[in-house]
């Protein structure tokens, strides 16, 4: 908050409302309810608080049993823009997902679950395997265990954690073994198409920040304020 020329009440309204309710909201639904006359001053209020959510979740790694895999989130494109179809369209940003999965087993029944703490969602710049690498290093456990499907990006990842285990991607693996990964990316795409609609890829990687920060906090309730109310107290820009 250090610097800003908003008063302190803005800043404390604008973390209400970004953390009111899981959906998100607009930085043009904010303004009205900011009562503010400029919108880019809204918005740019907006992101320097996604930068705090993600400073902050940057402080912890994922541990345990790991799910990793890819989604496409649409992207705004200019108008008359030459698309190309499938892998690579301007229309798609490719984004890993990485999701901290935890097998439970029924005592009585012997059936087996899965409960998810924690996830973690990057923009991909490319398709290169190094990049891949680099996330699961930056951000999970030596000892963690990665389970993923057998695409040719997830290459020498058990020499970053302790075990990699494959499996070949079909209708059951993602209902079974990258379970939360995809729940995850299907509730994220319905969530920015029904709150933000459009959203620029320079952009994609906050509004993922901050999707992240409030699903691992989900439990929280009313001290969600509470908890960015510290992580913007920190200088984090």
Known sequence: MEGSNLPLRKWYLAMVFMTFTKKG???????????????????GLMHKIRTAMVQRDSLYNLEGMIEVDEGYFAKETPE??????????????????MAESTVIEDVETGEKSSHCRYFNMAVLKSHEKEEINELIQDH????????????????????IVEIHITEKSNKETTKTTLKWVHIAISNAKRNFLGVYHKIKGKYLQNYLNEFCYKLNRRYFGERLF????????????
């Open 226 to 237: 509470d908890r960015l109310t510290l992580a913007v107290a920190k200088s984090y820009w």
């Open 25 to 43: 909201i607009s930085a043009t639904e904010l303004q009205r309810q900011l009562k503010h006359n400029r919108y880019r001053t809204v918005w």
């Open 140 to 159: 999970l456990s030596e000892s963690a265990i990665v389970f993923s499907d057998k695409s040719t990006s997830y290459v020498n990842i058990e020499d």
């Open 80 to 97: 008359n823009t030459q698309l190309k179809r499938g892998r690579g369209s301007q229309r798609k940003n490719n984004v890993a997902v």
